[in-house]
């Protein structure tokens, strides 16, 4: 059976989740004070991968190539003042 669950990201560049193995991502939006991405999983899988993320203030250098950023979704907080970009990392 499959479900949606959240999972909760640091407002920092690379970081990982534990994630049942073949997650499908859905999107990333703000929650209360925190980034959260949002994926389908199948909850039969007791399987665990990491997926590794990337979140970016507006304006910050990015210091991996771009071509190994899959966008989830743009987060603003403090009524725009702080935004911040979602991607999952796919690179190697």
Do not use: C
């Not at 979704?73 to 403090?78: A, R, W, Y």
Request: charged share 25%; net charge negative; proline share 3%.
């Amino acid at each position: 059976m499959n479900a949606i669950l959240k999972y909760k990201l640091k407002q920092q560049d690379l970081q990982f989740v534990e994630m049942p193995v073949g997650a499908r991502l859905i999107s990333a939006h703000s929650l209360g004070v925190h980034v959260w991405v949002w994926a389908m999983v199948d909850m039969e899988v007791k399987k665990k991968e990491r997926r590794w993320f990337a979140v970016y203030k507006t304006g910050q250098p990015i210091d991996v190539d771009p071509a190994e950023l899959v966008t989830l979704g743009t987060v603003q907080f403090e009524e725009g003042a702080l935004v911040l970009h979602v991607f999952e990392f796919v690179g190697g």
